[in-house]
């Protein structure tokens, strides 16, 4: 579950909110002056986010390269590629 607090309310309540994120799963949105910036994760979700980072970076240096002496239409099938490699990570996301 997602919930969104004041900055000043996190501050207060911060162990309680790790808590919650830690324990149970829920997701907060901390939110200065009404605007939101910055959200508390947990762990493992934040692993799984920078994982998928991690793997979109190979993937553009590898279609980068890939791309320097290739024509229009290999271009096009890598691109391809790539949307159903992403395609398959979210999936596999969901599923957690």
Do not use: C, W
Request: hydrophobic share 35%; aromatic share 4%.
């Amino acid at each position: 579950m997602e919930k969104t607090v004041s900055a000043i309310k996190a501050r207060q309540n911060l162990g309680e909110i790790m808590n919650e994120v830690s324990l149970r799963g829920d997701d907060y949105v901390i939110e200065r002056s009404g605007k939101p910036m910055v959200a508390i994760i947990s762990m493992s979700k934040y692993s799984v986010l920078k994982n998928n980072r991690n793997k979109l970076k190979k993937s553009v240096g590898r279609f980068h390269d890939l791309m320097a002496d290739s024509d229009p239409e290999e271009m096009e099938s890598l691109v391809m590629e790539a949307v159903q490699e992403t395609r398959k990570v979210e999936r596999e996301n969901k599923k957690k």
